[in-house]
């Protein structure tokens, strides 16, 4: 269980701190410190979470390194819904309703498209820091040491894609 959880945290790092981003913006917004601090822990909570099983499931190869769609649905069914247990949360928590701009279904519908934003960011981010977190966990969890192996020939694969690249633009010049 140690090791998967181990695989999970850079994923709930980065959407803890996505969700915690939210309330400097309700800040910027012009909303008062308290809203702010509801809004960023709403958020924060389920975006770590689902930040998490994004990682266990890359972990798992479920989510392939370097392919965007899977990632893309993954966010585009997950976003919203984080975006929905927000505003029920921080609607019930300080004005004691909930109101969705649009109605559930028009939230939902223009949460999804702002997820795939997200997700480019997020999938950025998350193959930015995980392999210097698996070089860490390399030593004591196999299933570290497994997706750093995926990540290293990922990345051969692509060196000698560019590799070759480059010598097909130098053989026309």
Known sequence: MRHHAELALPGAVIGAVAGLMAGGLTLL???PVGWAAVSA????LPLGILGAGYGLLTGQGVI???VFAPAGLYWLAGFP????AQETAA???LTGEVVLAGGVAGFLGYQAMVSLGFAIGFVWLHER???YWLLRLRGHNPYAR????RY???AEVLRSAAGRRRTRKGARR
């Open 81 to 84: 819904l984080a975006r929905l």
């Open 29 to 31: 917004a012009g909303r």
């Open 91 to 93: 609607g019930l928590t």
């Open 129 to 131: 820091l995980m392999p």
């Open 152 to 154: 290293v020939a990922h």
């Open 64 to 66: 392939r390194l370097g």
């Open 146 to 149: 497994e997706l750093l192996d």
């Open 41 to 44: 822990l709403a958020l924060a």
